[in-house]
């Protein structure tokens, strides 16, 4: 079994940068993908990134150039650098690891950009 906490979320205004962290324990690979996913309130979770196995990273357009993901397979961990925030932006946040069938989800953590 695997568990994935997310930490970092809060407040920010507009044009303010956070980081995201979701550390798992349990056995995570680093054969896993390691991705963020986002839910604003009324709408469905959407993927933001995600990264492979291998490093090759996928971005959803609407944070292209603004977020970076990261891990380290070492620390279990991975990262989501989001600098140049905006108030669409603002949703909870959820990691995610995948291997196959092996799907995990972390609790959420809020974001919320706002003046």
């Known amino acids: 079994q695997v568990q994935l906490v997310e930490s970092g979320g809060g407040l920010v205004q507009p044009g303010g940068s956070l980081r995201l962290s979701c550390a798992a324990s349990?056995?995570?690979?680093?054969?896993?993908?390691m991705g963020w996913y986002r839910q604003a309130l009324g709408e469905q979770r959407e993927l933001v990134c995600d990264?492979?196995?291998?490093?090759?990273?996928n971005y959803a357009d609407s944070v292209k150039g603004r977020f970076t993901i990261s891990r380290d397979n070492a620390k279990n961990t991975f990262y989501l650098q989001m600098n140049s925030l905006k108030p669409e932006d603002t949703a909870v946040y959820y990691c995610?690891?995948?291997?196959?069938?092996?799907?995990?989800w972390g609790q959420g953590t809020q974001v919320t950009v706002s003046s």
């Open positions: 990264i492979s196995s291998g490093g090759s990273t």
């Open positions: 349990g056995r995570v690979f680093s054969i896993y993908t």
């Open positions: 995610n690891v995948r291997y196959g069938l092996l799907n995990y």
